[in-house]
């Protein structure tokens, strides 16, 4: 059965637009959008892959990463298939690129989805893996029931979408991680196939017009958009446009997809990109897909002192008490509970 999407408009040939991302794919009867997932199906938009899982998982919240949003916790983990950019170096690329639905359950409804949570004691649900974008009526649908259930919920995302499709998208989200690939327009052009400013119009979007708790990615490929220069004109934006208190996390790249000729990020890049994100004012910067217990740890703005020690995804030192530093009372940004979880690095594959 297909689910019928929003998000459209139809036009006088017959043809729809969508309206979800900013490709405004232009499709005739049967035909599917870039992401794969939007079908014209007799004069309908329908999205083919609602309730269909790529499978679940209970992860730390902190590989999606949030360092911010309810430390040390499990969050159920999901994604379907399909994607709206077409990133040459996508490291989940098996799903997001996915063309083979036959591999997707059906039977993962979304109050199905939230229950599980709760029979799990997971805090939150992320989805995750491909971009919760591209089926969007699906992530609202699951956030619903979540929210019902005193779940939140998290999206793993580039903001690639429309300002007619993101209001209500997330309206129903608690926390975002989105990745913002490289600071420059020739870099998406070519890279990504996507474009930059409305990946920034979604950020900004996120700041000053919903309560979502978000922080940012980086991935950093060497030779494409790893420059200096460029680092500290992301850094600069994010300070003027966002404020000193969004996380931003600068990861690592290893070899794969379309991008098998590129060598790993050098640890010494990622350094340095975090030195240059506090040398600009940013408060809260991590670096990941390395072991760097100094950089994925927390540190009180005002008196630098330690405040959630982590290696890799465990949890060590915790020092936030009622939202504050505990030395020197200053406010430290994110949602935080009483006591941490202790959930640490574990992986678990979940069937519902």
């Not at 209001?167 to 608690?174: I, K, N, P, Q, V």
């Not at 915790?318 to 202790?342: L, M």
């Amino acid at each position: 059965m297909h689910y019928l999407g929003r998000y459209w408009k139809a036009s006088s040939d017959g043809r729809l637009q969508c309206r979800l991302c900013p490709r405004l794919c232009t499709l005739s009867e049967g035909q599917r959008g870039f992401c794969f997932v939007r079908q014209n199906l007799r004069h309908r938009m329908v999205l083919t892959t609602y309730g269909r899982s790529s499978g679940f998982c209970l992860d730390p919240i902190e590989k999606k990463p949030l360092n911010h949003f309810l430390p040390g916790t499990s969050c159920l983990s999901f994604g379907t298939a399909g994607c709206n950019l077409g990133c040459k170096f996508c490291q989940n690329w098996d799903i997001s690129k996915s063309r083979e639905f036959e591999r997707l359950s059906e039977e993962a409804t979304p109050r199905l989805i939230a229950e599980t949570a709760v029979r799990l004691g997971a805090k939150s649900i992320a989805f995750t893996y491909n971009d919760p974008v591209i089926f969007a009526e699906y992530a609202i649908d699951t956030a619903v029931e979540c929210r019902r259930l005193g779940i939140k919920t998290v999206a793993v995302t580039a903001g690639y979408i429309t300002p007619e499709a993101r209001g209500e998208f997330y309206r129903h989200m608690d926390a975002a991680n989105v990745d913002l690939k490289g600071f420059t327009e020739d870099f998406y052009n070519k890279i990504t196939l996507g474009r930059l400013q409305p990946v920034l119009d979604t950020l900004v979007y996120l700041k000053k017009e919903t309560k979502v708790w978000f922080e940012i990615t980086n991935l950093m490929i060497p030779g494409l958009n790893d420059r200096k220069e460029e680092t500290a004109d992301m850094c600069q934006w994010i300070a003027d446009h966002l404020g000193p208190d969004v996380p931003v996390h600068f990861t690592a790249f290893h070899p794969d997809y379309k991008m098998t000729d590129r060598p790993r990020t050098p640890f010494e890049t990622l350094k340095e990109a975090r030195a240059i994100a506090l040398s600009k004012g940013l408060h809260y910067v991590y670096t990941g897909n390395v072991h760097d217990p100094g950089g994925s740890s927390t540190y009180c703005p005002n008196c630098r002192e330690l405040l959630i020690e982590r290696d890799w995804f465990v949890l060590g030192g915790y020092h936030v008490h009622d939202n504050a530093c505990k030395f020197c009372n200053t406010p430290i940004a994110g949602v935080f509970e009483k006591v941490p979880g202790n959930w640490g690095a574990k992986r678990v594959p979940v069937q519902l």
